[in-house]
């Protein structure tokens, strides 16, 4: 589905990501694993064409058989939303304050030129009930009325509004109590599993990778070390960064549920909060 072939990132002043090789298939959740200032984010952002300005990709990422670094700008920025979309970990930052969700939801659709209004409300009512929220009152709600787990829900909501092929998700439980994030997780991994879409997720939690991801790819300063199915990498690790990574991490809690029920909601984890206003 997505190839990426000796990807350099770099700017002025030094290389960030060196002659990376990954690929990603259809259907296949993939985890870039590795610490802060890996590279593994910057890799997510060349594939979008999210770099900043002063900062440089070559090489090749290839998509539906184009090269995506080729691409003229406007070409690339059409596939955002369309057919890869993003998820990043600060869910506040993915929608407007003082703006309803639901508005904001419209105007991403209507952007991507979807003129049917009544439409357009029935594939946004849809998509928030997939990500198990309330439906009708996200919808009316303003960002700030939502709790963090449910903003990142509705985030991902977004990210599936346009029915994207490959979902790409940028440490999007970092923010997350240890509760809500394993909930946003297993939500991601149920609609992989029900729609087909692709997830590449950044990350530094190999404790997660084991539980969801299909294949591991791990980073260190912007070099690739060893990639591989997930148990086989985790459990029989070929590079000592590796080794040390999972040296280094505690175990998950034993109290910490492994699946949570995915029927379940904020209220039910958090009673004391206030998810929603009324």
Same mark, same amino acid.
């Given at each position: 589905?997505?190839?990426?072939?000796?990807?350099?990132?770099?700017?002025?002043?030094?290389?960030?990501?060196?002659?990376?090789?990954?690929?990603?298939?259809?259907?296949?959740?993939?985890?870039?694993?590795?610490?802060?200032?890996?590279?593994?984010?910057?890799?997510?952002?060349?594939?979008?064409? !999210?770099?900043?300005?002063?900062?440089?990709?070559?090489?090749?990422?290839?998509?539906?058989?184009?090269?995506?670094?080729?691409?003229?700008?406007?070409?690339?920025?059409?596939?955002?939303?369309?057919?890869?979309?993003?998820?990043?970990?600060?869910?506040?930052?993915?929608?407007?304050?003082?703006?309803?969700?639901?508005?904001?939801?419209?105007?991403?659709?209507?952007?991507?030129?979807?003129?049917?209004?009544?439409?357009?409300?029935?594939?946004?009512?849809?998509?928030?009930?997939?990500?198990?929220?309330?439906?009708?009152?996200? *919808?009316?709600? *303003?960002?700030?009325?939502?709790?963090?787990?449910?903003?990142?829900?509705?985030?991902?909501?977004?990210?599936?509004?346009?029915?994207?092929?490959?979902?790409?998700?940028?440490?999007?439980?970092?923010?997350?109590?240890?509760?809500?994030?394993?909930?946003?997780?297993?939500?991601?991994?149920?609609?992989?599993?029900?729609?087909?879409?692709?997830?590449?997720?950044?990350?530094?939690?190999?404790?997660?990778?084991?539980?969801?991801?299909?294949?591991?790819?791990?980073?260190?300063?912007?070099?690739?070390?060893?990639?591989?199915?997930?148990?086989?990498?985790?459990?029989?690790?070929?590079?000592?960064?590796?080794?040390? !990574?999972?040296?280094?991490?505690?175990?998950?809690?034993?109290?910490?549920?492994?699946?949570?029920?995915?029927?379940?909601?904020?209220?039910?984890?958090?009673?004391?909060?206030?998810?929603?206003?009324?």
């Amino acid at each position: 589905m997505l190839t990426i072939e000796d990807l350099t990132i770099r700017t002025k002043a030094k290389t960030i990501v060196e002659q990376l090789e990954l690929a990603i298939r259809p259907g296949e959740w993939c985890a870039l694993a590795g610490e802060s200032g890996s590279g593994k984010s910057m890799t997510a952002f060349a594939i979008g064409g !999210l770099l900043p300005a002063s900062v440089s990709a070559e090489g090749i990422i290839m998509w539906n058989d184009e090269n995506l670094l080729a691409l003229p700008v406007k070409q690339r920025r059409s596939l955002l939303g369309s057919e890869i979309s993003y998820v990043f970990q600060d869910y506040h930052g993915a929608f407007t304050p003082f703006l309803r969700v639901g508005s904001q939801l419209d105007e991403l659709m209507r952007a991507h030129g979807k003129q049917d209004r009544k439409a357009r409300k029935q594939r946004c009512l849809e998509v928030l009930e997939h990500v198990q929220l309330p439906a009708e009152r996200v *919808y009316r709600s *303003y960002p700030f009325e939502l709790s963090g787990g449910q903003l990142q829900r509705a985030a991902i909501a977004a990210a599936l509004l346009l029915e994207p092929k490959l979902l790409i998700a940028d440490e999007p439980t970092t923010a997350l109590d240890t509760l809500t994030a394993h909930r946003v997780l297993q939500l991601i991994d149920q609609i992989r599993m029900e729609t087909g879409i692709s997830v590449l997720w950044i990350t530094h939690d190999l404790r997660h990778v084991r539980k969801y991801a299909d294949r591991v790819a791990v980073m260190r300063t912007g070099v690739l070390l060893e990639a591989g199915q997930t148990q086989a990498v985790l459990d029989h690790p070929a590079h000592p960064y590796t080794r040390r !990574l999972l040296a280094a991490i505690p175990p998950l809690s034993p109290d910490a549920p492994s699946r949570l029920p995915c029927n379940s909601t904020d209220e039910q984890l958090a009673p004391e909060r206030s998810i929603l206003h009324e």
